[in-house]
């Protein structure tokens, strides 16, 4: 099996067990932290990548993950990248949970951030992919990474 359509159907198995729990364990609908993560995910999925964009019409990974942050959580984090590897609680790696900010080293001096959901998938703002979720065990992000910060609860 491809690893793209391995990794759809993982995520989609995701998707329909939060939506069980959202669902059949809260009338709220998104009390759920998860569900919440997977609600901003479907409003933002596809979005285009765009260095400083802060919209739907086009994000860059800060921005991506200020954005989420607030609106699932009522987290107010800083604008840039470099900002937000300061904010929050540094956590191991190995304690890595759901809404964690995973920080990667993708250049000499450049920065990329993302949003940990279920297992070891991420959700973030890739400049070639625009809105999508990855996973920490693929080669280029596992050699990347460089810190895990806790932000919320």
């Keep these: 099996m491809k690893p793209g359509i391995h990794r759809t159907i993982t995520f989609c198995c995701l998707c329909l067990c939060s939506w069980l729990v959202t669902t059949c364990g809260s009338p709220r609908g998104a009390a759920n932290p998860e569900a919440r993560l997977i609600q901003q995910f479907q409003q933002w999925e596809g979005t285009p990548y765009r260095l400083g964009g802060n919209s739907r019409r086009g994000v860059d990974c800060s921005a991506f993950v200020q954005n ?7 987290v107010t984090l800083p ?4 900002e937000q590897l300061e904010f929050g609680q540094r956590v191991n790696p190995r304690s890595i949970r759901l809404g964690d900010l995973v920080f990667f080293q993708t ?15 991420f959700m973030h703002a890739s400049t070639t992919k625009g809105v999508t979720i990855d996973r ?3 080669p280029y992000w596992r050699e990347r990474i460089i810190q895990v910060r806790r932000v919320s609860g």
């Design 79 to 82: 604008r840039t990248t470099r």
């Design 107 to 121: 250049g000499r001096t450049t920065y990329h951030v993302g949003i940990m959901m279920r297992g070891d998938f």
């Design 136 to 138: 920490l065990r693929e």
């Design 68 to 74: 989420v942050m607030n609106d699932a959580f009522g």
